[in-house]
């Protein structure tokens, strides 16, 4: 398996998930990323972060709730998703930024927050 996203789950307005990727380590040098789909939209980014740990949100998202990581040594890639929304339902998805070579995108984790 390529990226496996686990961490989801059904949470109130107002709180936090932590959500974890598992990521092939043939892309360990690759600036990973979060991505969600909510129902008949289109899958956006959320937020990225390269192997040297520069970070890069969707400021139109994140608003300063969301914190993403990765550690390197174990190829894994975090997202702490704090005052969650109602909006913020989606299914999240980790993969690499850039699509060249961009692996096959896996079932992702599903978010859904109640109001």
């Known amino acids: 398996v390529q990226l496996q996203a686990s961490g989801g789950g059904l949470v109130q307005a107002g709180g936090s998930l932590r959500l974890s990727c598992a990521f092939s380590?043939?892309?360990?040098?690759?600036?990973m990323a979060w991505f969600r789909q909510a129902p008949g939209k289109q899958r956006e980014l959320v937020a990225s972060?390269?192997?040297?740990?520069?970070?890069?949100y969707v400021d139109s998202i994140v608003k300063d709730r969301f914190i993403i990581s990765r550690h390197n040594a174990k190829n894994t890639l975090d997202l702490q998703m704090n005052s969650l929304k109602p909006e913020d339902t989606a299914v999240y998805y980790c993969?690499?930024?850039?699509?060249?070579?961009?692996?096959?995108w896996g079932q992702g984790t599903q978010v859904t927050v109640s109001s």
């Open positions: 380590s043939t892309f360990s040098s690759r600036v």
């Open positions: 972060i390269s192997s040297g740990g520069t970070t890069d």
């Open positions: 993969n690499s930024r850039n699509r060249i070579g961009r692996p096959p």
